[in-house]
């Protein structure tokens, strides 16, 4: 099945320490992002990759370190995580980077708590 | 930079036709315009996409006026499984030249019956 897969779903951590968000796709895809979602501001897109080796930041990279090392794979790092981190996180892939757009392809979400 | 601007929330009842109009005033010229559909604690999901005129298909129509700085999007006979929010998207050149995804703020419709 072509599916985005984040893990975990939930996550509860406290202030400072590391952590990773994983992220892959198995549609073969150029493409790949990584959304947070808050309350009354929607989605705001953290980083992009338009392709290996290949990333970019979005409107919030402040905070988060992404890298992409093989084409399935794009994960979320967060070195020292803080409270206003918490935040509900999609991963998203799209086929074909350039001017036409292809669909987005989301992930299921990861709920991450900073304590 | 491309930003978008929707209204934030919509009502409507069971039956009816929905339109959900999306301003983009700053598009660049080879932009799409793409929607998605957003259930509460699940991705978002494409719904429709397009560059000019009219686009249709199973779930939705889509109405680009010739100065392409607005977008609406036409939900016909909407039913409570359409209660969602709607995100208005359109591409934008990041730093490296390449374009990023801007989404707008969503417009949540509630559907009554």
């Known amino acids: 099945e072509a599916q985005v897969t984040q893990n975990p779903r939930y996550l509860i951590t406290v202030t400072g320490k590391k952590l990773t968000v994983t992220c892959s796709q198995n549609?073969?895809?150029?493409?790949m992002s990584w959304y947070r979602q808050d309350p009354g501001l929607g989605l705001r897109q953290i980083y992009y990759?338009?392709?290996?080796?290949?990333?970019d930041k979005g409107d919030v990279p402040e905070g988060y370190k992404v890298s992409r090392k093989e084409k399935r794979n794009f994960p979320l790092i967060l070195e020292s995580p803080s409270p206003n981190q918490t935040s509900l996180y999609f991963c998203?892939?799209?086929?074909?980077?350039?001017?036409?757009?292809?669909?987005?392809?989301f992930g299921n979400g990861t709920r991450l708590t900073v304590t | 930079l491309a930003k978008t601007t929707q209204p934030i929330s919509m009502d409507s009842y069971e039956g009816q036709e929905v339109n959900i109009t999306c301003s983009h005033n700053n598009i660049a010229t080879n932009d799409y315009i793409t929607w998605y559909q957003q259930f509460p604690s699940q991705g978002p999901r494409f719904i429709i996409q397009g560059y000019k005129t009219k686009v249709t298909n199973e779930v939705a129509s889509l109405f680009i006026p010739a100065d392409r700085k607005s977008s609406t999007l036409s939900l016909p006979r909407v039913s409570l499984s359409d209660t969602a929010v709607y995100y208005c998207l359109v591409g934008d050149k990041g730093n490296t030249g390449f374009q990023k995804l801007v989404f707008g703020t969503g417009t949540r419709l509630l559907v009554s019956p």
């Open positions: 998203a892939s799209s086929p074909r980077p350039g001017e036409v757009w292809s669909p987005l392809h």
């Open positions: 549609m073969n895809h150029e493409y």
């Open positions: 990759s338009m392709n290996v080796e290949v990333t």
